[in-house]
């Protein structure tokens, strides 16, 4: 597994990781603040070696999508 985000947020890390789940990835959390015992510290999100290049611009395509959203409020 290789890290390809990392966070130090859990409902962050939790959002990312479903995000890449509902997409097919299959996803690990790592780090102490995965943990429920001890939720603070980073937290590496991790995929398959051979789905990093996915999962990445996943991500990027998320980031820049969300750049355009305007707030009609």
Do not use: H
């Not at 102490?32 to 990093?52: H, K, L, M, Q």
């Amino acid at each position: 597994m290789v890290v390809v985000r990392k966070v130090t947020d859990q409902f962050e890390a939790r959002v990312v990781a479903a995000r890449l789940g509902a997409a097919g990835f299959v996803v690990e959390l790592r780090g102490r603040g995965a943990s429920t015992v001890y939720p603070w510290g980073p937290i590496e999100i991790c995929v398959a070696e051979d789905e990093v290049e996915g999962a990445r611009e996943l991500l990027l395509a998320d980031e820049v999508e969300s750049a355009f959203d305007v707030n009609e409020g």
